[in-house]
Structures are given as structure tokens and as C-alpha cells.
């Protein structure tokens, strides 16, 4: 009796999962990766520079296609361009990293949580192993209190970074339609992911396919994903994402709803954390 009450009881616990993945958002997780929230904190050294204006976010969304919104909460400014190492053409948008100096003296010795949203393709950039492009409020924000210019005036720091869970407060994973959507090609900026902040893959099911029949999106550019259809979709679209770090799935129920447009925003009910 014992071993086929273990399999009616796999049976039903494949059941649950089913019906959680079809019918409601959900996450899951594999665990043969590693969970930013829980890995112990491994410090590397690098070397880091600032850009744009001495407060400002570097520039209006870098490389990664955030717009404005780098300058706005939960960013809130303190973000980075990084070089090739560790941008990874673009897979590393929206990951997040600890950075902190003690090798100057207005260094304060704090950890200052940055967003990768940008791209630093030469000079330093590229020679060194790894180097975190700050923008000037980032770089500030390592100094002790009163002395972020006279941080900033050093110009370049050597710096000590670490990978770490992103943390958005309040949102919850957005999606932006490009301006160039239409009923045969879509494309999206995702943005506000928690967690591993980073994308390993983007997957888009439309109402009118059956269980299971997700279509994989390809990157296009930063953090926008495109599906080229080659034919008209149909929406509602719910859409699937796996987290690169942690390989954590999480499934957005009909968030791009019948009568979508180019340009709009569409907000999920889910994040990671």
C-alpha cells in the first residue's frame, strides 16, 4: 500500500503544479542554481569611473533601455554603465552588484547597491577585468558624508564589488511595448525584476494556443525581447520569465491584454521576491 500512496500523492502534487503554472502566476525554482538572496557574499576587486553630471544617472537609460526611468524610484539615479566582462551583450541588464571603496580618503567604506543599465565599451572599460562605469550620484554615494566631490574629483577609484539580489520596493515586473510592435512582431522592455534582476529567457503564449505552446522570444537589444511571428498573434499574451542567475521561472497571466499599443506599459501582479 505505502508505494502506491507515494504515487497517487507525486500524482497529485503534479497535479497542483499544473493547474498553478496554467491558471495562475507562478514561480519556481531549480535547485541545482544558486539564489542571490541566500549565496554568501564573495568581494572581487575593480575599477570604477563616473559619467554625466555629478548627481544625475548617467545618462537617460543607457544601453539597456530603461529611459527615464533610471533616474526615477526604485533607482533612483544610482546606476551603472559596466564593461564588456560582466555586460555580457547586454544579458546583465538589470542585475544588481554591491560596490565599495576604502582606497581613497573620502572613501566611506559603504556598500551601495547599483543596477546595471548601461554599457562602457572601451578605455578602461575594456582593459580592465571588471570596471563599473557609476553614475555620478553611485560614485557619491561610496564617499563619506560631505565629500562626494572631492570622491568624484579622484576620477578613478580602484573598488570592491559583489553580486547581490536586486530589490524593487512597490512594483512588481512591467512590461513596455516598443514602438515598433505590430499584430506580427512584438516586442518588450522588462523591467523591476527582483532577485537575480537578469534574464536568461523570455517566452510568449497567445490565448488562442493550447496548453504548454510557449513561443520563445529572442533578445533584441538591452532589455527588450522580440518575437518576429511571421504571422498575426493573438492576444491576450501571457508571458514567461526565467531568471539568468538562479534559473527561477515566473509566469505573467495575461498581462499584455486584447488591444494592446505600442508604447504602452503593462504592469504584472508578480515579481520574484
Known amino acids: 500500500m505505502a508505494p502506491r500512496l507515494s504515487i497517487y500523492l507525486a500524482l497529485a502534487y503534479m497535479m497542483i503544479l499544473v493547474f498553478c503554472c496554467d491558471f495562475e502566476p507562478c514561480v519556481s525554482f531549480n535547485p541545482k542554481q544558486l539564489n542571490l538572496s541566500t549565496i554568501v557574499t564573495h568581494w572581487s576587486s575593480a575599477g570604477a569611473t563616473w559619467y554625466g553630471s555629478a548627481h544625475g544617472a548617467g545618462s537617460d537609460g543607457g544601453s539597456c533601455g530603461y529611459g ?5 524610484p526604485p533607482f533612483s539615479s544610482v546606476v551603472t554603465g559596466i564593461g564588456p566582462s560582466l555586460y555580457k551583450s547586454g544579458k ?4 544588481c552588484y554591491q560596490v565599495k571603496c576604502t582606497k581613497h580618503p573620502s572613501c566611506s567604506g559603504k556598500e551601495v547597491r547599483v543596477l546595471i543599465t548601461d554599457f562602457c565599451p572601451g578605455g578602461l572599460c575594456a582593459s580592465d577585468s571588471a570596471h563599473f562605469d557609476l553614475s555620478g550620484t ?7 558624508s560631505g565629500e562626494e566631490d572631492k570622491l568624484r574629483d579622484a ?3 580602484e573598488i570592491r564589488y559583489t553580486r547581490v539580489a536586486c530589490d524593487c520596493p512597490g512594483k512588481t515586473i512591467t ?23 537578469d534574464l536568461a529567457g523570455v517566452y510568449l503564449k497567445e490565448a488562442s494556443r493550447g496548453f504548454g505552446e510557449w513561443r520563445a522570444m529572442q533578445q533584441s537589444w538591452g532589455a527588450v525581447w522580440k518575437l518576429d511571428a511571421g504571422s498575426e498573434l493573438h492576444p491576450p499574451f501571457t508571458i514567461r520569465l526565467t531568471s539568468q542567475y538562479s534559473g527561477q521561472t515566473l509566469v505573467a497571466k495575461n498581462v499584455i491584454p486584447q488591444g494592446w499599443k505600442p508604447v504602452a506599459t503593462y504592469r504584472s501582479l508578480v ?3
Not at 92 to 95: D, N, Y
Open 68 to 72: 527615464s526611468a533610471v533616474s526615477e
Open 92 to 95: 546583465e541588464c538589470g542585475a
Open 138 to 144: 553611485a560614485f557619491g554615494a561610496m564617499a563619506i
Open 155 to 157: 576620477g578613478v577609484l
Open 175 to 197: 512590461f513596455h511595448v516598443d514602438l515598433g510592435s505590430n499584430s506580427n512582431y512584438f516586442a518588450v522592455l522588462v523591467e523591476f525584476e527582483e532577485g537575480d534582476g
Open 271 to 273: 515579481n520574484y521576491l
